[in-house]
């Protein structure tokens, strides 16, 4: 079966970003008086941010506004912004750099479909921008994941095929968009969600074309 684009999750998928997401979360709770644990941030891990601050804000013994809401959004975003100052090409994570070229000389489209509002700036940094022909933009978007929206766009964009995408995931959410479509699913890590994608992988390392288009034709037939 033909790939007619891969679409890629940013954090945890391409970057190891994760760890920032939690301490700048952490920071804010910590501020409010509320908890957050790892456990929590991997719960929250690819949904929208303001889906983040509303919950933290459900564990508060005060009631917030809206606007002081999407201020501690803000707060929680600049946060993030000050470690992710010194990111590099060591963040990337393992085998998706080869992954990446190997797609990209295949003449597939590569599109990202992530939650984050730094994921050009992110993309900027590592010097990766390039290998994008879509890069989504959240705001943009009606819904968040777990609603495919993000994933069926990034397809539309291109003008391709629901059924011959390949969408990478890490998280629970984002796992859950992909399942609402038809797209074939890969799951990376070790948490056991991952188990149910089409294709689960404990590290980046083992992203390879051949090994990706044998498991597509598996599944869907030649």
Known sequence: MKIDAVVFDLDGVIVNTVPYYYKSTKKVADEMGVPFSEEDNLAYQGRPRQD????????????????????????????????????????????????LEEVKQSDIPITLASSSSNARMVLKKLGLTDYFSVIMNPKELIKGKPDPEIFLSAADQLGASYNNCVAIEDGEAGLEAIFSTSMFSVGVGTASFLKQADWHIESTRELSLDTLQKKLDSKKGK
């Open 52 to 99: 983040l601050i509303n919950a933290l804000a459900s564990r508060s013994n005060r009631s917030y506004t809206y606007q002081e809401k999407i201020d501690l959004g803000e707060r929680k975003n600049r946060y993030y912004q000050e470690y992710i100052s010194s990111l590099s090409e060591k963040n990337i994570m393992p085998g998706i750099l080869p992954f």
